[in-house]
């Protein structure tokens, strides 16, 4: 596998992705991390530095562990990475007169592995304040720009490489070249990390787990959950037992999509708990959105160690946790609480079960490509995504049986009309909300006083920054009139044309 090291770019998920679709593996730990923890140190066979805001001259700047220059594999850094490489190796990096941001074009010198088979000019992304002003001892320049003349450095001998660019990003056209150069002839490793290879080791390292014990799985629908429990049902099969919750905050027919999907093959292992009225009981009246999510949290975790109490046996929790929720990273994390995100994240510790996570080193899009190797059906694979509290996010001010069914109902609506325009798959998420007012509006001859209904519909890449979607006004007409027409207690549609930030996509 490959070693990438952390220290804070914004691209350090994108060179993994980059190693992966090259057939790779790879883990990303913090810059920091003493690699002698890492597990399986010894399958290392390189290691990537990543880009990084600080600089290396300062006396915060993060830094690897000095056995990172002793492992004797190659390295590759990049951008902050190549910084650390040439300051460790005696070089120099100072400020440069002109940051440099955007496209640049290399001029490549000589011949070496890592340009092998390229151009010697082509276009690169950059994006730096620092620059190289002394190429460290037994290292060579072979490549330069009009702002950067070491934009590339190499110590052949020991197989160090170093770029200023990022050849991890789409803007860098022949970037995926030269990972494949660094990862083929440099590293010399094989394509050899498939989906089915995949499928194959993790299914063996379940078994081995699990032994004859039972696993229980908290069951949503959402695409993970989904992943995990079929991945889990091809390893042990009827050992498998899966708890549905039914909080009653789900989509329409949510309920009865689970049943459909999951009942053939679960059969009586499939436990379907209807909670709606306790969920309701305990968010009578509640409207402060946080306390909603707390509450919601808390609840699902009542019921489900309930049911979890009434069945004998049962040593592990199946998780649905995926790669980017469990990178250690040394910049991420620590932040500022927007909302406090409900998962099951809270079951483990309370349950003392040990825990089955068989998506835990997967990307989002791996995950749906392992679904589709193990014939999950499509309906659940494209799913957009939906938030664990579910409509009670979507239900403004307090959370009313009437509400709820009225945002149901609309949110269906929304949602066969996106498909039957060919976008479901296309947008990130499109949905309906529910406003605590009231407007007045005229239906037949009569007045009406009734609910509005937001229609949100957003692009994104990874839910951190969204924008709104541009809809067509005849598909923006159709779902208003639809809604209007068709539920009960909404007179009024509005289309919510905010970003991501300052907005959120939810709307609590
Ligand atoms: P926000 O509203 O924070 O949402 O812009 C970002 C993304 O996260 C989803 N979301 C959640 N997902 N549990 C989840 O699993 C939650 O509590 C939760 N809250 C928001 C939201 O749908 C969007 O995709």
Redesign the pocket.
């Known amino acids: 596998m490959i070693l990438i090291l952390d220290f804070g770019s914004q691209y350090t998920q994108l060179i993994a992705r980059r190693i992966r679709e090259a057939q790779v593996y790879c883990e990303i730990y913090p810059g920091t991390k003493n690699i002698n923890e890492i597990a399986h140190i010894k399958d290392v066979k390189g290691i990537i530095l990543s880009g990084g805001h600080a600089s290396v001259y300062e006396k915060e700047a993060p830094w690897p562990c000095d056995d990172v220059w002793k492992t004797g594999v190659p390295i590759l850094g990049i951008c902050y990475g190549m910084q650390l490489i040439a300051e460790n190796f005696g070089g120099k990096v100072h400020p440069s007169k002109n940051r440099e941001f955007g496209f640049a074009d290399i001029t490549v010198k000589g011949k070496n592995l890592l340009f092998d088979g390229l151009d010697k000019k082509m276009p690169v992304w950059m994006s730096h304040g620092d620059k190289l002003s002394k190429i460290p001892k037994g290292f060579i320049n072979i490549a330069s720009s009009k702002n950067c003349p070491r934009a590339a450095i190499v110590d052949a001998k020991n197989n160090i490489y170093g770029v200023q660019f990022h050849p991890e990003v789409k803007h860098s056209p022949f970037g995926k070249k030269i990972l494949d150069n660094f990862l083929f002839k440099i590293c010399k490793l094989k394509k050899d990390w498939t989906m089915k290879s995949y499928i194959k080791d993790e299914i063996g390292r379940i078994k081995k787990q699990v032994g004859n014990s039972k696993v229980l799985c908290a069951l949503s629908g959402?695409v993970d959950s989904s992943v995990a429990a079929i991945m889990l049902y091809r390893a042990i099969g009827k050992k498998l037992v899966c708890v549905y919750v039914d909080h009653g905050l789900q989509k329409l027919g949510e309920t009865e999509r689970v049943k459909k999907v999951f009942g053939p093959k679960f059969g009586k292992n499939l436990i379907i708990v209807d909670a709606k009225k306790i969920f309701l009981n305990k968010l009578k009246g509640v409207t402060d959105p946080e306390l909603k999510?707390k509450i919601i949290?808390h609840t699902f975790i009542e019921v489900f160690d309930r049911e979890a109490k009434k069945l004998k046996g049962i040593d592990f929790l199946l998780q649905g946790t995926i790669y980017p929720d469990v990178i250690e990273s040394a910049t991420h994390g620590a932040g500022v609480t927007?909302?406090?995100?409900?998962?099951v994240g809270g079951l483990p510790e309370k349950m003392k079960m040990k825990l089955v996570e068989p998506l835990k080193s997967l990307f989002k899009d791996e995950v749906r490509i392992l679904g589709r190797e193990l014939k999950v059906p499509a309906e659940i694979i494209n799913r957009?995504?939906?938030?664990?509290?579910g409509l009670a996010?979507r239900t403004l001010g307090e959370i009313t049986e009437e509400k709820l069914r009225i945002v149901k109902e609309a949110d269906a609506i929304v949602d066969e009309e996106i498909r039957k325009a060919g976008l479901y798959e296309k947008i990130?998420?499109s949905?309906a909300v529910i406003l605590p007012v009231k407007t007045v509006g005229v239906m037949g001859d009569k007045r009406t006083y009734e609910y509005v209904i937001v229609v949100r519909a957003?692009n994104?890449e990874d839910?951190?920054t969204?924008d709104w979607v541009k809809l067509p006004y005849d598909i923006l007409g159709r779902i208003s009139s639809r809604i209007i027409n068709e539920v009960r207690g909404a007179n009024r549609v509005v289309y919510d044309i905010s970003q991501?930030p300052p907005?959120?996509?939810?709307?609590?």
């Open positions: 959402g999510r949290g927007i909302k406090s995100h409900h998962n957009q995504p939906f938030p664990g509290p996010v990130w998420q949905f957003v994104s839910a951190m969204a991501k907005s959120t996509i939810e709307w609590e």
